[in-house]
C-alpha cells in the first residue's frame, strides 16, 4: 500500500493515473500535481466516472499544483504529501529539478524521457547518469526511461537476452503508428519535444562508433504486423544509448519511426520557414520561442483521441546467436489501437502506450520486483515481473522467431 505522485497531467499524465487507479492494491494513494491545476481537477473527476461505470473500487486521489521547474515548490509539494515515489511525466526539462528534490526528500523516482536542456535540442544520459552515487548513497531509486521507447524498447531487449540470446548482434527498435486523427497536422505527444526528436540528426551504433545522418536522412519501406509496409525513418533515440552499454555485444542498433508523406511534408514547411527554431526571437516587445508558440496553436495531443482511429506498432528486431550458438532472429512486438486506448482513458495509443509502462515501472518498484538503489535504465531490471504486467495491464507482446528481420537489407 504506497502513495505515488505523478507530476504531469497531459496525454501521458492522464493515462498513467487512471492505470494507478485501476491498480489500487499497489497505489492506496494517488496525488496528481502539475502546472496547470485544473488539468488535475478534471482528470481525477474522469478517473472517478471511469471507476463508477467500471464498478471498481478506487484508491484516494487528490490533487495539486506544482512548478516543476522549481526545486524549492517540489520540496514543499513532497513534504505535504510524503510519497514513496515520484512518476515523473512532465517535460524533460524538468527531469533534474524533480530528481533533486527527490534527494533533498528522500522520494523515489520514475521517468520515460532523458534530460535535455531548453536552449539545445541534444538528448542524452550523462545529465541523469551523474546522480547514481547520490541516489545510492540516499538508499534511493531512480528508474529512467520507463515509456514505450524508451521503456518497453529496453525491457524488451533484456528479455530477449535473458531467454533466447547468448551474444545479441543487431537490434533494431521499430516504431509505427499507422493511425490517422482526421487532423491535417498534430503530433502524437508534446510538439515541442517531437519537433527536436525528429529534426535532429539521425545517430545510430556500427562497430563501437555512432554514425550520424542527416535528418530523416535514412528511409525504408518495413513491414508491420497487422498493418503492413510503412515508410521507416532512421532516428537517433535515447535508448540505443544505454542498451549498447548494457549489452555490448550488439555491434549495430538503430531506431526506426514511421511517417507519411503529409506528416513530412508539414514539417519541411515549419522549418523552412522558421517555426521549429527553440531559440528566443523579439515579437512586439516580448520575448517568445517560435516552436513554444507554435505549440500554443497545434492540436493539443490530448485531445486527438475522440476520433483516432488504426494502431500503433513497437516492437524490437534483434539478431545474434542463440543460447546454444546457432543462429537466431527474433522480433517482439506491441499492437495498440488507438479506440481501444480512447475507450479505457480518453488518450490515443501513443499517450497510453508510455502511460502503462510508467505505472507497471513503479508498480516493480512499489512491490519490491525492482528494488536497486541508484539511478538505472530499465534494462538493468529483471524483465520478467514486467513483461507479466504488460500482458495484464492491456498491452500484450508477441513473439516471431527466426522470420526475415527485414532491417539487414537497408545498407
Ligand atoms: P503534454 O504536453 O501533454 O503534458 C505535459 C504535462 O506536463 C502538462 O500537464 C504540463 O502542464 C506539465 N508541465 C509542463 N511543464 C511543467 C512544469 N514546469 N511544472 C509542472 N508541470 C509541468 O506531454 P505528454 O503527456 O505528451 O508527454 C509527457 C512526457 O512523456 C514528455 O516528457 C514526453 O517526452 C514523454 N514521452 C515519452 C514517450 C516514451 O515512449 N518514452 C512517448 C511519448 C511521450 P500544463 O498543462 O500546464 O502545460
Redesign the pocket.
Known amino acids: 500500500m504506497s502513495k505515488v505522485i505523478i507530476?504531469?497531467?497531459?496525454?501521458?499524465?492522464?493515462v498513467v493515473a487512471h492505470k494507478c487507479a485501476q491498480n489500487p492494491e499497489v497505489f492506496s494513494e494517488i496525488v496528481i500535481?502539475?502546472?496547470?491545476r485544473r488539468?488535475c481537477d478534471l482528470l481525477a473527476k474522469a478517473i472517478e466516472e471511469a471507476a463508477t461505470r467500471d464498478g471498481r473500487k478506487l484508491p484516494v486521489i487528490s490533487t495539486d499544483s506544482?512548478?516543476?521547474?522549481s526545486v524549492e515548490q517540489l520540496c514543499e509539494l513532497f513534504r505535504r504529501h510524503k510519497p514513496e515515489i515520484v512518476i515523473n511525466?512532465?517535460?524533460?526539462?524538468?527531469d533534474l529539478t524533480i530528481m533533486d528534490a527527490c534527494l533533498e526528500c528522500g522520494v523515489n523516482y520514475l521517468?520515460?524521457?532523458n534530460y535535455e536542456p531548453r536552449d539545445v535540442a541534444h538528448f542524452e544520459y550523462s545529465w541523469q547518469w551523474a546522480y547514481r552515487e547520490r541516489f545510492e548513497k540516499a538508499g534511493l531509486t531512480a528508474i529512467l526511461?520507463?515509456?514505450?521507447?524508451?521503456?518497453v524498447s529496453g525491457v524488451f531487449t533484456a528479455y530477449a537476452a535473458k531467454h533466447y540470446f547468448s551474444a545479441m548482434e543487431t537490434l533494431d527498435i521499430v516504431d509505427c503508428n499507422a493511425g490517422n486523427h482526421g487532423k491535417a497536422f498534430a503530433t502524437?505527444?508534446?510538439p515541442e519535444?517531437n519537433i527536436r526528436e525528429i529534426t535532429q540528426n539521425g545517430r545510430y551504433w556500427l562497430n563501437g562508433e555512432w554514425v550520424t545522418t542527416k535528418p530523416l536522412e535514412i528511409h525504408a519501406e518495413l513491414n508491420y504486423p497487422n498493418i503492413g509496409p510503412r515508410d521507416s525513418y532512421l532516428l537517433y533515440h535515447e535508448e540505443l544509448e544505454s542498451l549498447v552499454q548494457n549489452f555490448p555485444t550488439i555491434k549495430r542498433a538503430r531506431f526506426w519511426m514511421t511517417f507519411g508523406q503529409e506528416y513530412l511534408t508539414h514539417l519541411r514547411v515549419i522549418q523552412d520557414i522558421g517555426m521549429a527554431r527553440i531559440d528566443e526571437i523579439e515579437y512586439n516587445g516580448q520575448k517568445i520561442v517560435p516552436l513554444q508558440f507554435l505549440k500554443a496553436v497545434l492540436p493539443?495531443?490530448?485531445d486527438l483521441g475522440e476520433n483516432y482511429t488504426g494502431e500503433t506498432s513497437i516492437g524490437c528486431r534483434i539478431a545474434g546467436k542463440g543460447k546454444n550458438g546457432e543462429n537466431l532472429t527474433y522480433y517482439i512486438y506491441n499492437n495498440c489501437s488507438h479506440e481501444e486506448a480512447y475507450k479505457e482513458t480518453g488518450m490515443q495509443a501513443?499517450?497510453y502506450?508510455?502511460g502503462v509502462?510508467a505505472m507497471i515501472g513503479a508498480m516493480m518498484f512499489l512491490t519490491g520486483k525492482w528494488n536497486k538503489t541508484g539511478v538505472h535504465n530499465v534494462e538493468e531490471f529483471d524483465p520478467d515481473p514486467f513483461m507479466e504486467q504488460l500482458s495484464v495491464q492491456g498491452l500484450p507482446w508477441h513473439e516471431i522467431v527466426n522470420a526475415d528481420l527485414e532491417v539487414d537489407k537497408i545498407s
Open positions: 507530476i504531469g497531467a497531459g496525454g501521458v499524465g492522464s500535481a502539475s502546472r496547470t488539468k506544482v512548478d516543476a521547474d511525466v512532465a517535460l524533460p526539462y524538468q521517468d520515460t524521457a526511461g520507463c515509456g514505450f521507447d524508451p521503456g502524437n505527444f508534446n519535444i493539443d495531443p490530448q501513443v499517450s502506450t508510455t509502462p
